[in-house]
């Protein structure tokens, strides 16, 4: 998720959560009767605090497709990944239950403090997509 940033100009700020140790994108399951994008929809407004109706999404981004082992079994799992922009003045109001901390950054600090691969190549593509949208008029 993404706001432009209080500074002013062509500048964009990412969402990025920490449960633990590792920062990350805000993300969870597809419920049943779900599709991809009302699931992320539905999630990032769970663990940050912001109304679903302040949320839109703006593109698909490079999704993760990787294994794991649960229990003994290899589990294969896709994260489907959304460039979605919220309100420049949205705060966040982090879900404690699931979330330990959420937090505003530039989008050069978000890339190099999330814990994951996947993660650096949606947010690149998220660069090159907001580096397309024209900086807001001055009023």
Request: glycine fraction near 6%; charge should be negative; charged fraction near 35%.
């Amino acid at each position: 998720m993404v706001r432009r940033s209080p500074a002013g100009g062509a500048a964009w700020e990412v969402c990025l959560i920490r449960v633990r140790d590792a920062w990350s994108l805000p993300k969870g399951n597809v419920d049943k009767g779900e599709t991809p994008p009302q699931a992320a929809l539905r999630e990032i407004s769970e663990e940050t605090g912001l109304p679903r109706e302040r949320l839109s999404i703006r593109a698909e981004l490079p999704p993760a497709d990787y294994m794991y082992r649960r229990d003994g079994r290899l589990i294969g799992k896709i994260v489907h990944h959304y460039l979605v922009e919220a309100p420049d003045d949205a705060e966040l109001r982090p879900q404690l239950s699931e979330v330990d901390e959420a937090t505003w950054v530039p989008l050069d600090e978000a890339e190099r403090r999330v814990a994951y691969k996947d993660l650096r190549a949606a947010l690149k593509e998220a660069r090159r997509l907001l580096a397309e949208t024209p900086a807001p008029e001055d009023s």
